[in-house]
């Protein structure tokens, strides 16, 4: 039983059925009920505190609050899907049960710093969540990355094979890119530790208010700086959005790369069958769509981070119900980070590298070529026209229908220059030019291992 606080105001009537659902919120922020919850029970405390509501008064609403909270953990209460948002739910219950010490939940708050108080307390919960699951991504490609330092593959540039790196190379290469979403993700979180709870409607209140009380009780550095702001401002959601709009278009690039991987014409990786479809008409097919459908759920991130900047664009300070768009977005796009980081997590912990088969395609191509001309660099020619005689020789050995330099003889590469000698063989094998890459970044096994310890070092995995 709920009694509805909303439109016992000046207006006579409420709006009809389906302009009042238009309107309403509840089915996007029911999931911040236990946020509200907290968040009335440090407002009642402070308000007790402040000699605004007696003691007696305090602690039935309090006793209210935890017994809400309980009723719908164990499912003796249900949210009532016709309350308008989460917080005129929770303080209708309260009137409903409580009569006027209900009514006096309100003293010195408005939706307006309540919703964003819910939100960013959920965010300081899920947010971290998120965080921990990004780093156990990481944790698993190092592992695979480990057990492939020495397998070696064509690194590509224009989709064209262009140098020899390694597995591990390549792995760690992602999980640079998922170190910095770390990073972004927790900037963000560093940014909403701030409480917006007694900013009111927008102009704070009259009432002796302790915003430092609640501030603390729930958790956060301080009260946030103006009260205007504190109900206008959604940069924490844009934030998040665009933090979880890059890593989505992270894993869809990863993901590109292993629909690539996985191909016949590649056939570098198989995915384990369990990460993999079928074909409703063709028996032969094994399909990745998860790697698909991970990709494809970029466009709704990113989508997500349009929509929120948009809507923000012209909207006058402070609040207005356009804000109440701000959820949808953010959450759709927490959640999808979420679930495409986990379906990623097992699809690549589960694939098998194909290692003949990467090697193989490390023989053709000319990968060794710009280990050549570094060769001629190092018997003191300009490195340009080095450039220039290695890509003569190339050029005449794809005329010739060969797919290396490997199998020239001495003699034939001396016509292109006399500083071609019998050591140059030893550079031109893929293993050398990697082994040649010992610098900070570069793909030589101790190279990628500093790599491998610094991350570990920093996601303590
Ligand atoms: N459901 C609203 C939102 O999400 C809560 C604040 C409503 N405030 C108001 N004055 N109508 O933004």
Redo the contacts with the bound molecule.
């Keep these: 039983m709920t009694e509805n606080v909303l439109w016992a105001g000046r207006l006579k009537e409420k709006p009809q059925a389906q302009a009042f659902a238009f309107q309403a919120?509840l089915a996007v922020?029911r999931r911040l009920v236990y946020q509200d919850i907290e968040g009335s029970r440090a407002h009642v405390a402070m308000l007790a505190a402040q000699h605004i509501i007696d003691t007696e008064t305090a602690q039935a609403l309090e006793r209210e609050l935890s017994s809400i909270a309980l009723e719908l953990k164990t499912g003796s209460l249900t949210i009532d899907e016709s309350a308008e948002?989460i917080?005129s739910f929770i303080e209708g219950i309260l009137t409903a049960r409580l009569g006027d010490r209900g009514r006096m939940v309100h003293a010195g708050r408005?939706?307006?710093d309540q919703?964003v108080t819910d939100c960013k307390l959920y965010l300081k919960q899920t947010v971290p969540a998120l965080s921990a699951e990004l780093e156990h991504l990481i944790a698993v490609l190092l592992e695979r990355a480990e057990a492939e330092l020495e397998t070696i593959m064509p690194g590509y540039t224009h989709l064209q094979r262009a140098q020899p790196v390694t597995v591990a190379h390549h792995l760690v290469a992602w999980c640079a890119a998922l170190f910095r979403d770390r990073g972004r993700l927790n900037d963000a979180l560093c940014r909403l530790n701030e409480c917006p709870l007694g900013s009111g409607?927008l102009a704070g209140s009259g009432l002796a208010i302790d915003r430092a009380a609640t501030a603390a009780a729930l958790g956060f550095a301080g009260p946030t700086l103006n009260s205007m702001d504190s109900v206008a401002d959604r940069d924490f959601a844009v934030e998040l959005a665009a933090a979880c709009a890059l890593i989505q278009v992270h894993l869809s690039r990863f993901c590109e790369d292993i629909v690539l991987w996985s191909s016949s014409e590649f056939g570098f990786l198989s995915l384990a069958d369990t990460w993999s479809t079928g074909s409703s008409i063709m028996p032969q097919k094994k399909n990745p769509d998860f790697a698909e459908l991970i990709r494809g759920k970029s466009g709704r991130t990113t989508g997500n981070l349009v929509s929120l900047l948009t809507m923000l664009k012209g909207i006058p300070y402070a609040?207005n119900?356009d804000?109440?768009e701000d959820?949808e977005a953010l959450f759709d796009s927490l959640d999808t980070v979420s679930q495409s980081l986990r379906m990623f997590c097992g699809m690549i912990e589960s694939a098998r590298f194909n290692r003949e088969r990467l090697a193989q395609s490390c023989r053709s191509g000319f990968l060794e070529a710009t280990d050549l001309a570094d060769y001629l660099v190092r018997k003191g020619m300009p490195f340009r026209t080095a450039h220039a005689v290695v890509a003569h020789l190339v050029r005449d050995c794809s005329a010739a229908g060969k797919q290396s330099i490997d199998g020239m003889s001495l003699a034939q590469l001396q016509s292109y220059s006399e500083l071609f000698d019998t050591d140059l063989y030893q550079i031109l094998k893929p293993e050398s030019c990697i082994a040649a890459r010992r610098l900070p970044g570069g793909p030589a096994p101790e190279a990628v291992r500093r790599q491998i310890d610094l991350l570990r070092r920093e996601i303590n995995v």
Excluded: E, F, G
């Design positions: 919120s922020d948002d917080h408005s939706r307006n919703v409607a609040y119900k804000l109440q959820k």
